[in-house]
T-cell receptor, first 114, second 112 residues
């Protein structure tokens, strides 16, 4: 099992540009989570999906953020337009939607917006 | 508000000591609690998962306990080693919202 795969590992962009982060969950997992981690705020849940359907997006900070899951094996998190305060590490995680299943994380995408 | 708190934020102990990390949560209606380890520049690795009906879980030198009534969990690390140095986070899956909420973590340093 390759685990949760995120791309790119690092992204440096200028303010105002569009950024797209990608995630491939573990095959068979039906819940997918997007988190953002910063020194100041720790690990924040942005949005999560069950069976490709967004369940709770209350953590998405602004309308500039959007997430999609067109199928069970792929999800994107898009920021448009990006701002310097969006700089953080963005993690994707997946699990089976049952209480016995642990959460598996990708290695994250480190985003720097200048 | 459903929160998860970890104290202390940082801990440094000499190699060989046994130690306990603490996690507290505000709502006892949970499905499970997980402990994770995060190394610098890496993602989180799941260490132990305790289901709501369980009191503890063990894996090697790690033992995690759960007391729902008091809203507390501990992670016990026996015979600590420098390789245990990392940030340890606990996360709670709350029943009401099906959200996994993380604490801010304890940064552990084991001195050789």
């Amino acid at each position: 099992d390759a685990g949760v795969i995120q791309s790119p590992r690092h992204e440096v962009t200028e303010m105002g540009q569009e950024v797209t982060l990608r995630c491939k969950p573990i095959s068979g997992h039906n819940s997918l989570f997007w988190y953002r981690q910063t020194m100041m705020r720790g690990l924040e849940l942005l949005i999560y999906f069950n069976n490709n359907v967004p369940i709770d997006d209350s953590g998405m900070p602004e309308d500039r953020f959007s997430a999609k899951m067109p199928n069970a094996s792929f999800s994107t998190l898009k920021i448009q337009p990006s701002e310097p305060r969006d700089s953080a590490v963005y993690f994707c995680a997946s699990t089976l939607a049952n209480p016995n299943s642990p959460l598996h994380f990708g290695n994250g995408t480190r985003l720097t917006v200048t | 508000k459903q929160e998860v708190t970890q104290i202390p934020a940082a801990l440094s102990v000499p190699e060989g000591e046994n130690l306990v990390l603490n996690c507290s949560f505000t709502d006892s209606a949970i499905y499970n609690l997980q402990w994770f380890r995060q190394d610098p520049g890496k993602g989180l690795t799941s260490l132990l998962l305790i289901q709501s009906s369980q009191r503890e879980q063990t894996s090697g030198r790690l033992n995690a306990s759960l007391d729902k009534s008091s809203g507390r969990s501990t992670l016990y690390i026996a015979a600590s080693q420098p390789g245990d140095s990392a940030t340890y986070l606990c996360a709670v899956l709350y029943s009401s919202a099906s959200k996994i909420i993380f604490g801010s973590g304890t940064r552990l340093s084991i001195r050789p």
